[in-house]
């Protein structure tokens, strides 16, 4: 089955630890993304990358950070540095091309809780 | 901030009846514009997508409604189902840079039979 994954599904950190949240897709995207969903805010943008081994800020990135060593992988790291990072986290990918319909396909999200 | 301006908050519509949700936005960048449904506990998925170019997008129940001048475009849902009943998000897709997508803060739906 082609898509994006996610996991762990349910995560519990303590304060002052960090976490790593894993994603995987095997579209053949190019483009990854992490998005942050809370109550009532919609989807804010934390980090993305548009091809292997580069990556950028979005609007959100202060206390996060991610790698992207391979096309497929793009884990993100929620650090003790993130001050509420209680939240539904959210990856997706698309093809990364210059059209306009390009789309983004989303994982199933991770739900982590600080304890 | 980009920003893509969403409601209502929450809808409650009887079965059978037509669901509307409103999207507007001011950026003339954004040239494409997506509608994503989320049930409880999973990630979005696409619905329905539309391009300024077009004033209409139909697919089974689902209409997308563009207006171009007053930069608003809106999801209408035809005889709405229980199943129906999740989170709608609009979104609009920028034209430079990366592409960046924007979404709107969500629309929660219930479908009461």
């Known amino acids: 089955d082609g898509g994006i994954t996610q996991s762990p599904k349910y995560l519990f950190r303590k304060e002052g630890q960090n976490v790593t949240l894993s994603c995987e897709q095997n579209?053949?995207?190019?483009?990854m993304y992490w998005y942050r969903q809370d109550p009532g805010q919609g989807l804010r943008l934390i980090y993305y990358?548009?091809?292997?081994?580069?990556?950028q800020k979005g609007d959100i990135a202060e206390g996060y950070s991610v790698s992207r060593e391979k096309k497929e992988s793009f884990p993100l790291t929620v650090t003790s540095a993130q001050k509420n990072p209680t939240a539904f986290y959210l990856c997706?990918?698309?093809?990364?091309?210059?059209?306009?319909?390009?789309?983004?396909?989303f994982g199933p999200g991770t739900r982590l809780t600080v304890l | 901030q980009q920003q893509v301006k969403q409601s209502p908050q929450s809808l409650i519509v009887q079965k059978g009846g037509i669901s509307i949700i409103n999207c507007a936005y001011e950026?003339?960048?954004?040239?494409?514009f997506p509608w994503y449904q989320q049930f409880p506990g999973k990630g979005p998925a696409l619905l329905i997508a539309?391009?300024?170019?077009?004033s209409e997008k139909k697919e089974g129940r689902f209409t997308i409604s563009f207006n171009k001048s007053a930069k608003q475009f809106s999801l209408h849902i035809m005889d709405s189902q229980p199943g129906d009943s999740a989170t709608y998000f609009c979104?609009?897709?920028?034209?430079?840079?990366?592409?960046?997508?924007?979404f709107g803060t969500g629309t929660k739906l219930q479908v009461i039979p």
């Open positions: 997706a990918s698309s093809g990364g091309g210059l059209s306009s319909t390009d789309t983004q396909y």
């Open positions: 579209l053949n995207h190019d483009a």
């Open positions: 990358s548009q091809i292997v081994n580069d990556f």
């Open positions: 950026n003339t960048a954004f040239d494409y």
């Open positions: 539309i391009r300024p170019d077009v």
């Open positions: 979104a609009a897709k920028d034209s430079g840079g990366y592409q960046k997508v924007t």
